[in-house]
């Protein structure tokens, strides 16, 4: 397996934090130590560097629709005119596009398509909505298609510099997509962080490398993000939905159908994809248990729900060798029982799947449980545990315990302290 390292320095309550992603990554440390930063960090950071080429694609895809959409009233009222309903085909074949060559050829016929469906006849009329004005000796007619025929080639140059910006991934490309694909990183500079694989700098003076051994990283920050009601406000809750919706006839391997099944058994049911039955056709998550009860996901336990993700997830061939699972405190919402658990199933995923983990917690159960399973199946070496330590009054260094979780302990045991303190006495 690759050792990766993510390096993160003077970025909001982060003094120093070099962070390890070799297999079982667990971080502790007070409120406002800045861990779920780190979290959304990385997250953004892997998909956007492992899906560079599309981020780009699909901002060509937004710049060419803005140029094609300025035809789109003039001729929804036109084919009006003729009788016929206009429909938005055009534009739905360019976000379609799966490639600069795709989209390329889109482009042209979609602007042959325009020049059909603006009848000559009423070229004047074009030429006021569109503010064209008239070359010398120049016609309306021919006015308007040299307008559009325009529009197809500065839709062309907007495919020729997406292009090179895919091929040379820049680095101030690379972290303005970090910072537009989430809101709460808006204040992200990239000057302080680097990302590195088997001890190369992928992240350079100006341009970026790709991860060989990543692909796609995950981000569960609440299982209540499977809430239908709420997942649309945040894109990071609709994306994990989408994942777990989504079937990609993939063959499931015969470890994660293990791990699958371990699940079943614990929740005494299955989570399964069905569609609503509306005129939509929308999908819907359902839980069904064992003994015949069907109740949407998002009305059943919200334990269950941390389990259905993995689950999911699993089921979708989403998780495996080359992913990375960030998940913000998995303990809240869990029985202790089902802390452990869950900490069992985490280990699993690694050390059968080779998933790598990175897992936030404020749980003595939690990190206790991890340690120790994983002391138990063989993979106590690709487990660490780091400690958020003050460094002055507002930021952290993050510290590298090992595999020792002693010092995160006696973070924890202050909370006995403060019961002595506000309880009125020793707690022996």
Not at 160 to 165: C, D, G, K, L
Not at 178 to 192: H, M, P, W
Not at 226 to 248: C, V
Request: proline share 2%; hydrophobic share 40%.
């Amino acid at each position: 397996m690759n050792k990766i390292e993510v390096k993160l320095t003077s970025f909001r309550a982060i003094k120093t934090a070099k962070i390890a992603l070799d297999g079982i990554t667990v971080i502790s440390g007070v409120n406002g130590s800045g861990k779920s930063t780190i979290s959304r960090l990385l997250y953004c950071a892997v998909n956007t560097m492992c899906n560079f080429e599309s981020k780009v694609l699909n901002d060509a895809k937004r710049d060419i629709l803005s140029l094609i959409g300025r035809y789109t009233p003039i001729l929804r009222q036109t084919q009006s005119a003729l009788g016929k309903s206009y429909t938005d085909s055009d534009e739905n074949l360019i976000k379609d596009a799966g490639s600069f060559e795709e989209l390329q050829e889109t482009v042209d016929v979609v602007v042959g398509n325009i020049l059909t469906k603006l009848p000559p006849a009423m070229s004047d009329r074009y030429l006021t909505y569109l503010r064209i004005e008239l070359g010398s000796g120049e016609s309306s007619s021919d006015a308007v298609t040299r307008h559009i025929t325009e529009t197809g080639l500065a839709c062309g140059d907007i495919i020729t510099s997406a292009r090179e910006i895919a091929a040379e991934m820049p680095k101030r490309n690379l972290f303005d997509f970090i910072r537009r694909s989430n809101s709460d990183l808006e204040d992200f500079s990239g000057n302080y962080f680097q990302f590195v694989e088997n001890g190369e700098n992928l992240i350079g003076k100006d341009t970026f490398t790709q991860p060989i051994s990543l692909t796609s990283a995950i981000y569960v920050d609440t299982p209540m993000a499977l809430n239908a009601n709420l997942n649309w406000s945040n894109p990071n809750w609709s994306r994990l939905t989408d994942l777990m919706i989504k079937d990609l006839g993939r063959t499931i391997t015969k470890e994660a159908s293990s791990i699958i099944e371990d699940i079943n058994k614990l929740i005494h049911g299955r989570v399964v994809v069905e569609s609503s039955g509306s005129r939509n056709s929308l999908t819907r998550l359902v839980f069904e248990r064992e003994d015949g009860l069907r109740i949407r996901l998002e009305n059943a336990a919200t334990g269950f729900k941390s389990f259905a993700y993995v689950m999911r997830l699993l089921s979708n061939g989403e998780l495996n060798s080359s992913s990375l699972l960030v998940i913000d405190e998995p303990e809240a919402h869990l029985h202790p029982q089902w802390v452990v658990e869950f900490a069992r199933i985490l280990v699993r995923l690694h050390k059968e799947m080779g998933i790598r983990l990175m897992v936030t917690s404020h749980s003595t159960d939690m990190v206790l449980a991890i340690q120790r399973i994983a002391d138990e199946e063989g993979c106590i070496d690709r487990t660490r545990f780091y400690l958020a330590e003050s460094a002055d009054e507002y930021r952290y260094n993050y510290v590298d315990l090992g595999s020792d979780v002693e010092r995160i302990f006696e973070c924890f045991n202050k909370s006995l302290e403060k019961i002595e303190e506000y309880g009125g006495g020793s707690l022996v």
